[in-house]
């Protein structure tokens, strides 16, 4: 944890001085920047234009740079084609559902794994982390066989279920857990008579609150995004957002304002929480590189 | 920092052992026979890591490991949905599939999908981390600035770049047009409709990876670079002789990653059809990618054990190059903790 930004402070200072181990952006270093960054963003700003236009401004032959005044009519189109508020709830329930419970069940894994001793530990953790390499998304076939079986097509819980605690949240906990939470506390705690529940949910939650944090943001957003198998496994009456938005696209003529629209509407949300949280999930992101 | 507290870790990790264990039959009681709640206490010592774990472990089973390897009994059967009687096969699955020109149609398609956005989005993503490590303004601003595009789900990013490059009515059209080239059907033709689809993919991970990359850049040592300097290499030369070379586990981990990922590519390619809803990839097949070969065969055609065949053949491709990836991951790891 602490490793990384010490060095990052320390070259700051030192950086003024010989000024070459890092080098002092100039002119060129900002301009590709921007260049870069206005690539990133114009798409965004390329779909809101055409959402709040009419269709008819995509075969004009200079394409018009500002937006127009139709994205609500357009909005309201979305809503009558698709069951957006349907699909909303859906995936609100779906990514808050998978969230919570990916958190808790990867917190309370990493601590074991962390903190305390068993036998089999190491040879399990190194089970977990091959998992990790295991494309468990081509098993949807008989997955889906046996949802159908269980009576969980085109139900929510087919989507929850598979996705109550993932490989990937568990190594990122235990990686976390192991050096933010010292023995002297766990130990301690046991001391003083909690169980080993309660050391857990006393002790070391609030120690590993910055990492479950970043879990429940990144679980969420994996999940907002999740296409393949809710398009298997739900139909289009109980869709989730993404899966309504690609019947947006279906039959043979495109209305693109309205896919647009609805593109639009689905993401603005996530770049509101985005930009709110980013510098916390940039940090997550670089210190999970870090670690490997 | 983290030495110490390893450190500390691994020398007070018998004491706590030994603390729950003898700590509490104390008081009253004689050692010889320890009462319910002190059998209670050791069990809970014992038995609640497993406890822990275990829900990671009965997931996995039974929605991972267990579909996975089900993949490979229902690719030996002539199944369709529903069908209570399934008619075994052998291996006619894999022989038809090995004779489909359809299946190598698709691999090819997916390798080349996966050259076109893994080789640029890796050049860029190690020059655009090289920028970011530079001393800027608001770094943290620059960094969530390059990471917008992650946020954005495959299902929005297909539907934005399907209408970008549009073959009547694009925008990437028109502009080619506006500077006097012609215009390119992205759709029909096989090379450009690749292209097409690795903007999306270049499009939304480029940034993910150079913050990736720009980490492994911190944490270069900084000596290195001052006996560099002292014996008088230019900036593009300590790049190619220092920089690149040590970030190589980096750069070998992000590539593997994203081979996995990228094998398996699906979203993309369904979504960037000129008729929608189709998961045929193009008029001809030009775009289709295994995955979506093995959703038009299960989900379309409803001949799930041909679809499981061509499940397992590309697990059996990706397992091979997540061997290289498990090899990797642990070199990085052990590095790591030598830190």
């Known amino acids: 944890m602490t490793t990384v930004p010490l060095p990052f402070r320390r070259n700051r200072r030192r950086g003024g001085r010989d000024g070459s181990m890092i080098h002092r952006p100039n002119f060129l270093v900002y301009g590709l920047l921007i260049a870069f960054v206005l690539g990133s963003a114009f798409p965004f700003y390329w779909s809101f234009l055409v959402a709040s236009r009419d269709s008819s401004m995509l075969s004009e032959r200079v394409p018009p740079l500002l937006p127009g005044g139709n994205f609500l009519s357009n909005a309201a189109k979305v809503i009558d084609t698709i069951p957006f508020w349907k699909a909303l709830g859906n995936s609100i329930i779906v990514s808050g559902t998978v969230t919570l419970t990916t958190v808790l069940f990867s917190t309370l894994a990493g601590f074991a794994f962390a903190k305390l001793r068993f036998r089999g530990r190491n040879i399990l953790f190194v089970f977990v982390v091959a998992t990790l390499a295991v494309p468990t998304q081509l098993g949807i076939i008989p997955l889906y066989m046996a949802m159908a079986e269980f009576g969980w097509a085109n139900e929510l819980e087919a989507v929850i279920v598979p996705n109550l605690v993932t490989a990937i949240g568990v190594f990122w906990m235990r990686q976390y857990t192991v050096e933010a939470l010292p023995y002297e506390l766990v130990e301690a705690a046991r001391m003083d008579g909690c169980s080993m529940i309660r050391v857990f949910w006393h002790v070391c939650l609030p120690a590993v609150r910055p990492a479950a944090a970043f879990l429940a943001m990144f679980t969420f957003m994996q999940s907002w995004n999740d296409f393949l198998w809710p398009l298997v496994a739900l139909d289009a009456t109980n869709p989730t957002l993404q899966v309504a938005l690609e019947k947006l696209q279906s039959g043979y003529y495109v209305d693109y304002s309205l896919v647009l629209a609805g593109t639009t509407m689905a993401t603005v949300p996530v770049l509101i929480v985005f930009v709110l949280l980013g510098r916390q999930i940039v940090a997550g992101i670089m210190q999970g590189a870090i670690k490997g | ?339």
Do not use: C
């Open chain 2, 1 to 339: 920092m983290s030495e110490a507290t390893l450190d500390v870790g691994e020398r007070s990790e018998p004491a706590h052992r030994a603390s729950a264990g003898s700590g509490e039959p104390d008081r009253r009681q004689p050692r010889s026979r320890p009462t319910f709640r002190q059998r209670l206490s050791q069990w809970d010592v014992k038995y609640s890591p497993y406890l822990y774990i275990a829900p990671f472990f009965i997931l996995f089973g039974v929605v991972g490991l267990f579909p996975l390897l089900y993949t490979a009994y229902v690719s030996l059967y002539d199944w369709e949905l529903a069908d209570d009687t399934p008619t075994f096969l052998g291996l006619e699955n894999y022989v038809t599939l090995f004779g489909d020109a359809q299946f190598w149609n698709a691999l090819v398609n997916t390798v080349s999908i996966f050259v076109l956005s893994s080789v640029p989005q890796l050049v860029i993503a190690v020059f655009l981390a090289a920028l970011l490590n530079t001393k800027l303004r608001a770094p943290t601003g620059w960094r969530v600035a390059v990471l917008l595009p992650y946020v954005v789900s495959l299902v929005a990013v297909g539907l934005i770049f399907s209408n970008l490059f549009g073959s009547n009515f694009g925008l990437i059209n028109s502009l080619f047009e506006m500077v006097g080239l012609d215009r390119i059907d992205w759709q029909a033709n096989r090379f450009a409709s690749h292209i097409a689809i690795a903007t999306m993919v270049n499009w939304r991970w480029t940034g993910y990876n150079a913050l990736i990359v720009l980490a492994a850049m911190q944490a270069i040592p900084k000596d290195i670079y001052e006996a560099a300097l002292v014996d008088g290499a230019k900036a593009v030369r300590r790049f190619f002789s220092i920089t690149l070379p040590l970030l190589r586990p980096t750069l070998i981990f992000v590539v593997v990653t994203s081979t996995i990922g990228g094998l398996q590519i699906f979203t993309e390619p369904k979504l960037f059809d000129a008729r929608p809803g189709l998961n045929t990839g193009g008029s001809s097949g030009q775009f289709q990618t295994i995955t979506l070969y093995m959703y038009q065969s299960a989900f379309e055609n409803l001949d799930f054990g041909y679809a499981s065949a061509i499940a397992w053949v590309l697990f059996v491709l990706i397992l091979a190059i997540a061997m290289i990836n498990f090899v990797i991951t642990r070199r990085l790891a052990s590095t790591g903790e030598d830190r």
